[in-house]
């Protein structure tokens, strides 16, 4: 009958010391064989001191070994039981029980069905099927990535929100505040990017934790662009009244204005230097005085045009219409006899007397 040593880990055959099964189990453990031992000329003696160090061996690599944890769960795990961390430049690695590896039967049912849908012809369903797959997939990332994932999806959110919560503040500033457009806008911008951004980190701070698909972040960045890029063309879109009836020349024997299409006006004494119209009212900006419009009413006779001051441009209730002013079309109406001869038919608001 074969001798073994007291610990287990040494049997003796045909005189000579070999390694029993539980020694090379811890050898296949980790464990780091003595590579000066010779079993045949060992001793009986001799075998606990060297199984002593065998065992510091086995007991050193265990250590090692409960020292990786999982940067997502923070459980420990053994060996290469781990896959790295997807997120970008991070090798940070993340257990298999958070972040299991597809099974060998769930790749196989992918792959016969990506067959089927080619030899049947349903290639819509496999580009639909694959779609979807990708934005259902969603792989663990490590702690630090995904604080890093949240702090760049807080900025992107905001700064898309904040970009319609400025436009609307300039427009309510611009009635009370007679500054630029653009400088109301960035006041609007940056006061409440950061209230937002403020905001977001409360409720990711309830909300936690979560893990953002980077397919998700990239659409989220896509629609950023292009609603920057739409506010950015209707910033620069010029005003066009081309279909507007008081674009034209118009003449009397005091004035002439050029109401231009896109907004501007050519007036002969240099005072009136834009207009719109909104509703029946006509807005004019003087020279001087962009930061302030003034309203009119106007009515277009042909080939007359009767325009006249608003009392109070705040409540447009009251016309002056001891201030109206007619122009014409036809050139001639800068001579003082075009008008002796004019046929005027001017409405109940204006005073021509």
């Not at 009958?1 to 811890?26: C, F, H, N, R």
């Not at 005085?289 to 009515?299: G, I, L, M, R, V």
């Not at 201030?323 to 079309?329: A, F, I, P, Q, Y």
Request: glycine fraction near 6%; charge should be negative.
């Amino acid at each position: 009958m074969d001798e073994i040593s007291e610990d287990g880990y040494w049997q003796s055959k045909d005189g000579e010391w070999v390694p029993t099964e539980k020694q090379l189990d811890a050898i296949n453990n980790g464990a780091i064989p003595h590579d000066n031992l010779m079993a045949n000329q060992v001793e009986q003696e001799s075998i606990p001191d060297i199984f002593t160090h065998q065992v510091e061996d086995i007991s050193a690599e265990s250590k090692t070994l409960e020292l990786n944890k999982c940067a997502a769960c923070g459980n420990s795990f053994e060996g290469a039981k781990s896959r790295n961390c997807p997120g970008r430049k991070c090798s940070n690695s993340i257990c298999l029980d958070c972040d299991p590896i597809e099974n060998l039967l769930g790749k196989t049912m992918g792959a016969l069905g990506t067959v089927v849908g080619v030899v049947t012809g349903d290639i819509s369903a496999l580009i639909s099927d694959k779609v979807e797959g990708e934005l259902d997939t969603s792989r663990v990332r490590c702690k630090d990535c995904v604080v890093r994932d949240q702090k760049e999806d807080r900025i992107i959110i905001s700064a898309l929100l904040s970009l319609f919560v400025g436009f609307f503040v300039m427009a309510i500033l611009n009635i009370f505040i007679p500054l630029n457009g653009f400088f109301l806008f960035l006041i609007g911008f940056i006061v409440s990017f950061f209230i937002i951004k403020k905001l977001l980190e409360e409720f990711y701070s309830i909300v936690l934790p979560f893990f953002t698909p980077r397919v998700k972040k990239t659409f989220l960045v896509i629609f950023v662009v292009l609603m920057v890029g739409v506010q950015i063309v209707n910033l620069n879109q010029p005003d066009d009244y081309s279909d507007n009836e008081i674009v034209s020349q118009w003449y009397n024997s005091v004035e002439t204005i050029d109401f231009k299409s896109d907004g501007s006006v050519v007036h002969s004494d240099s005072t009136i230097i834009s207009w719109r119209d909104e509703g029946n009212d006509l807005v004019l900006q003087f020279e001087g005085e962009s930061e302030y419009e003034y309203y009119y009413a106007y009515q277009i006779s042909t080939p007359y045009l009767f325009i006249a001051p608003y009392v109070d441009s705040t409540t447009l209730e009251t016309i002056s219409g001891d201030e109206c002013v007619v122009l014409s079309r036809n050139q001639n109406a800068t001579n003082e006899s075009y008008w002796e001869e004019a046929n005027l038919k001017s409405p109940d608001w204006c005073n021509l007397e």
